[in-house]
């Protein structure tokens, strides 16, 4: 058994390594692996990070005065959500112009200035490419909304009603409602899968993919270390416009539930991101996936065969597991661990509700914040934080309908009360607004500022944010956990997740107690060649602790953390 994996990761190592040779990148490590495998993604939500000129709204200049605090924290690489100029009706992610920087958030200057200040720092810059979709602001969309007979009609997607007054078919936006927009200049529909304000591209036309590669090169130019690639599963539409088959049920938008099989994942992305992928490689650059897959088998297509397409397709999949459970997360990681390219793990982001809502019991939602940490920064794979996420920050989620910013909210309320909860400002410290700013800021903090900001955490030995700087760190200098294979360990246990980081002859195991209650638990390492290993404990939130796990095993307190190291 054993043999058969060596030797067939020997030969898809051989592969690797003829690939890389003819890669442009020549910043393999030993193993093949290339710095984005060895880097901690941190995504920035501007609007919310820092605000320089106080106007209540994070800038690039905010951003950049924080990059000290982010690189003693170990964070390698910032995702920005857009911070190109935009008419915010999704917060940015209309964009009007792909190649420039919203006044709100600052200048080129700034941004050359804070790309700048991260290379000095060796923290790379990743910027969020909204390709399926510009904002109905946008030149482009101007112009094609003119006239049928504009240069631009055919960048995007029009098309006749049904019979008059009828959207050309049944498909439903994402944010709820119709997916179609009567325009009545002209008399015909444009597609747009989210807002009215987001009509869709029409990445059929092949002078679409050239202006959308031509702005990526673009950004490389500027220093630009790769993109998150946003909503890419809407690429593609069917060309005949097939009615959806139609679910039981009501969405929360009051809508026919529905199977997006016209409309979503058609084959014809994998080729847009494939070509992609190609003008990344030219730059040394990396291309992350907001995916949200199904299953695993979608996963591998991102992948693309050879892993000649995404090469970091976010496992969202993991987002949706809403309660601790080692088996469930078990299973999660064993499926994305085997899926044949380098794993991303996210806990969350500006679209989901923080972990520390998600999985806290309410009494001790701290150490179920390291515990959450303890699992995905320890993973074979790469991690990408969500700001705030290394404090335990929480969602503020807004008391009234009036209140809400995020237009699903406005829509979806009571139900869906949108995503400004998760996107409230960054606590520095616990004067007024956080430290965020000294005006009012877009978005309330909530009260529990006052105890979880980096001001008071950094003077706290036992906090959530202590304990991510001593894991990060660890990470970085642990060659176990950063090249090391991922092995479950006592599989059947309900409650504790455990595993090892193997690398040559050390390990490092890894035992997470999933539970409100006292766990024992011993190990067998014998099948893995450590039966006479010693064992030095490297991190733990035991407050005893223990230098080695004794034969009889380790005691683990509620929702503990306990990662050592284990040589021959
Ligand atoms: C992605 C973004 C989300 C945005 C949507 C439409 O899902 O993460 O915030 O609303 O795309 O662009
Ligand atoms: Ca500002």
Known sequence: ??????????????????????????????????????AVFYEIYPRSFADSNNDGIGDLKGITSKLDYL??????????????????????????????????YGTLADFDDMASAGKQRGIRIIMDLVMNHSSDQHKWFLDSRSSRTSAYRDWYVWRDGKVPNQPPNNWISIFGGPAWTFDPQTGQWYYRIFYSAQPDLNWRNPKV???????????????????????????????KLTDNPVLPGISKYGDPNMESKYNTKLPELHGVLQRLRKVADENGAVLIGETWTRNIDELKLYYGGHGKELQMPMDLMFTTVNKLSAPEFRRQIAA?????????????????????????????????????????????GTPIMYYGEELGMENNDPKR?????????????????????????????????????????????????KTHNVEAELKDPDSVLQFYKHLLALRHENSSLREGRYIALNED???????????????????LNMSGREQKVSFDLSKQGFSSGKIATLLTTLAAHPGEVPPSGLTLGP??????QISK
């Open 1 to 38: 058994m054993r043999k058969k994996s060596t030797l067939s990761s020997l030969l898809i190592g051989l592969c690797f390594l003829s690939l890389c040779a003819h890669a442009e990148s020549k910043s393999a490590d030993a193993e093949g692996h290339e710095w984005w495998q060895h």
């Open 71 to 104: 690189k003693e924290l170990g964070v390698d690489a910032i995702w920005l959500t857009p911070c190109y100029p935009s008419p915010q009706v999704d917060f940015g992610y209309d964009v009007s112009d792909y190649v420039n920087i919203d006044p709100m």
């Open 209 to 239: 993919e050239k202006a959308m590669f031509d702005v990526t090169r673009w950004w490389y130019q500027r220093g630009v270390s790769g993109f998150r690639l946003d909503a890419v599963d809407t690429l593609f539409e069917d060309p």
């Open 336 to 380: 994305a661990d085997g899926a044949g390219g380098w794993p991303v793990y996210v806990i969350s982001n500006h679209d989901i509700v923080r972990s520390y809502n998600r999985y806290g019991d309410g009494e001790r939602n701290d150490a179920i914040a390291k515990l959450m940490a303890g699992m995905y920064l320890t993973l074979r």
């Open 401 to 449: 309908k009036e209140d809400v910013k995020d237009p699903i909210g406005k829509l979806g309320w009571p139900e869906e009360k949108g995503r400004d909860g998760e996107r409230t400002p960054m606590q520095w410290d616990s004067s007024a607004n956080a430290g965020f700013s000294q005006s009012t800021p877009w978005l309330p903090v909530p009260p529990s500022f």
């Open 493 to 511: 246990q309900p409650d504790v997740l455990s595993y090892l980081r193997r690398y040559k002859d050390q390990a490092v195991l890894v035992v």
């Open 559 to 564: 929702f503990a953390v306990y990662i050592a």
